[in-house]
């Protein structure tokens, strides 16, 4: 039997007082003010964050088909660096999983080698394009999480919705990378500092019309439609007016698109502040924070999308989109969220526990409490820490943040009761 016992951890709920908690087996068998116990593994908190472990719907794990980026061990391994414990993997990996038996494949290679839980989306529609949809209620019976083309936006209406009508019967979410491809174009940074680098720009009406377009569908289909990455000011609105209105709606924003905006980019070759959607104007950033503190958009998650340094060579043009994001998240929140009083930790859990856990109906402890499944993370608040390159699990180190000075690192993450990851 695997007994860990947790001392002197601080709550969210009730900061003042530390508590002890004690893990049997898989779950939280007791919870006191100073628990003794004899004979078990302690791990001293001395005064950390402890947290139902993180969810995030949001993450590249590049297995199968592009492992010198990132395979189901290291992402595990970044994602249980993070303080999460259960994330959901994006299928636009090779082969994509159209059919049950190539996710069923998946399905049991990210069980076997997955640190944390690895939910699996599929894919909406034959390789990630208008061609056919899948077939989503036989994907669902396989273990299909929810559906996504995430990578690719959906460009037909027609397809977009028969695709939600299958995800209706499927009883499963559909989550939208939005990108109209003529819109898009070539683009590779925002339209509104596209001239002054001289590059081509995306602009933002390639998110806004496809979500304009999907927010109609789900009001006639009655389906789970979920908003991957908004990034636009337009776009909070239109999901704003969206669930005035009844649609069956929900919304995730990145750690970088709360964080960083447009004026972050100073030369085509900080390629590190390229991914898609890209960084928006100041004023779209704006939105949404706002947008996330009055609850318009649902949750965080990072589009963890890791790439090699081959890949992110280059500049503007020729470096691949994306950043890595499960390593830094939780203290970019805390440290320009929280810690200067714009949102409190009870808001940080939700946006990364609950919100998502109801959302795409996960088994995922939302609480800490006596019986329940042990998922925990605990986080050091008091003792700033610089983000470097050197210290990643992940297999990737494309991120702006190395340098910065935060708060909030992961001390310890338990899945199943079983401690898989302690900071040295
Ligand atoms: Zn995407």
């Not at 990210?110 to 640190?115: D, I, M, R």
């Not at 996960?362 to 210290?391: C, M, N, W, Y």
Request: charged fraction near 20%.
């Amino acid at each position: 039997m695997t007994r860990l016992l947790i001392k002197h951890a601080q709550m969210v709920e009730q900061p003042e007082q530390l508590i002890d908690v004690l893990i049997e087996d898989e779950q939280i068998a007791a919870i006191g003010s100073s628990l003794a116990v004899s004979g078990v593994e302690v791990i001293d908190a001395r005064g950390a964050l402890i947290m139902p472990g993180l969810v995030d719907v949001h993450v590249h794990f590049r297995d199968p088909g592009q492992t010198d980026k990132e395979t189901i061990t290291t992402g595990s391994k970044a994602a249980a660096r993070g303080g999460f414990t259960t994330v959901l993997a994006m299928p636009n990996v090779q082969p994509v999983p159209n059919t049950a038996a190539t996710l069923h494949e998946m399905v049991i290679h990210n069980h076997e080698k997955g640190l944390v839980h690895i939910e699996q989306y599929a894919a909406v529609s034959a390789e990630l394009t208008d061609q056919s949809i899948n077939d989503l209620v036989g994907l669902a019976q396989t273990g299909a999480v929810a559906f996504s083309n995430d990578g690719k936006g959906v460009q037909s209406a027609a397809t977009m919705l028969a695709a939600m009508k299958a995800a209706v019967k499927a009883n499963r979410v559909i989550s939208a990378h939005l990108e109209d491809n003529d819109l898009m174009g070539h683009g590779v940074v925002d339209q509104s500092v596209a001239d002054q680098l001289q590059v081509a720009g995306i602009d933002p009406l390639a998110e806004t019309s496809q979500l304009a377009r999907d927010l109609v569908l789900a009001q006639a289909t009655g389906a789970h439609y979920h908003v991957a990455h908004l990034s636009t000011k337009n776009g909070v609105e239109l999901v704003r007016l969206a669930k005035l209105h009844g649609v069956h709606v929900t919304a995730e924003v990145t750690p970088h698109h709360l964080l960083l905006d447009t004026t972050a980019i100073h030369t085509r070759k900080d390629v590190n502040l390229k991914m898609n959607p890209p960084l928006r104007t100041p004023t779209d950033r704006a939105a949404v924070v706002a947008g996330l503190l009055d609850g318009t958009i649902d949750m965080v998650a990072t589009d963890h999308a890791p790439h090699t340094v081959a890949d992110k060579a280059g500049d503007m043009v020729s470096a691949a989109f994306g950043i890595t994001g499960l390593e830094t998240c939780f203290p970019l929140l805390y440290t320009h969220l929280v810690r200067p009083g714009i949102a409190t930790l009870a808001q940080v859990q939700r946006w990364l526990n609950q919100a998502p856990a109801k959302a795409f109906k996960l088994s995922a402890p939302t609480t800490i409490r006596v019986g329940q499944k042990a998922d925990l993370a605990l986080f050091d608040l008091e003792h700033a820490h610089t983000i470097q390159a050197d210290e990643f699990a992940s297999k990737s180190v494309n991120t702006p943040f190395i340098g910065e000075k935060v708060y909030g690192m992961t001390v310890a993450t338990i899945v199943d009761g079983q401690l898989v990851y302690r900071a040295d």
